[in-house]
């Protein structure tokens, strides 16, 4: 059961060397730190290396927290370096064609296709699915706003850019999201024709 | 130029001026093309918002915190210990007395500039000879003590800042 505590509480009693408490933060808000993770890792133990490793930081530096933004933002926006740090980090490790996230991306493909059953398959899976396709950034933005309860303030604050460039970028991604599902859709009705 | 879609998004969000929100209210209401992508866009703003998150492993905070242990980690407001910073503090000062009292104690004032001062230490008291102190064993361990702590006090500020830099 997770604590009816606040963040704010919950920061107070972990600093008062509480861990507990911490563990309670982290039940709070470890499926959507794994979530963002995922829009970059696109797999799940990769996702959950950079997740995890967000936690730790978070908790090492859980005192300069000053609780002028929500924690969650806070906690976002080193989700946030860390998922690029990686991605950075997998780029110059891989650099090529064969990257590991090509191949993960590739292979939900085919699976999607061996289940090859429309009605099987709920909307939030194409949705899903539609959203495994984004660019990083996209997806992150979308994830966010959509389940981060993130304002574009704060969106902007924890990617490090103007309000105005994620309003633009929100927009964006909604259209390439919208394609992409549209899309999906259409090849999975015409590989049941 | 703002396209129909990206003023109908502003509206749904509610980013657009109050003037604005009126505006497209009003063009929602009597423009068709309006109405139709209105509804269209409210249909996939509530088919986005109701992805799903993604589950963790269910050993998830578990790993958490057990990497938190395994590596010792305590907030960094908890490491900052009143009672150490004064240890320290009184050491160095207690230190800086000792050298203090040594240095003046031999010190030769020439010339007649306290030639009307007559001050005479008691018989009784016998000052350590600076070159006695220097040369004794008491004072290079002394020495090598705060070598090894300034080497400390830096290893530990590296780790903070490395640690600071990592988060």
Redesign the interface.
Known sequence: MQSKLSDIELIEQ????N?FA??DL??RH???V??LA?RFAKG?ED??EI??DC??????????FQGQSKFSTWLYS?VYTTAMTFLRKKRVDTDSIDDEGTFVQVESHESAYDTNNVENKS??YY??QA?EQLLPDDATI??MF??GEQS?EEIAQTMGIETNTV?VK??RA??R??EK?ERNLKHEVKELI | MNTI??KL?NYI?G?CTPAEQEAIARLIETDEVYKQKYTELLV?NQ???????????MA??Y???E???A?Q??????TINKKIILSIAAFFVLSILALLIVILSNVKISGNLFSGLDVKLPASLKLPSASSIFNSTLMKSFFVFDVILALFLTDSYLRRKK??K??
């Open positions: 972990t600093l008062a060397g861990q911490y563990a982290v039940k470890q499926r959507f794994f979530t995922m799940r996702a959950e997740a995890q936690f730790v930081k978070a908790y090492r530096s859980l005192a300069s080193i909307r939030s949705l899903n959203i979308i994830t959509y389940k574009l309003k929100l927009f909604r259209q999201l919208k599902l | 879609e990206e998004w969000d980013t996939l088919e986005f918002a109701s992805m799903e998150l993604d589950e963790p492993s998830f905070s790993n958490v915190m990497a938190i242990r590596e980690l305590v907030p960094l407001k908890s640690a600071a990592e988060a």
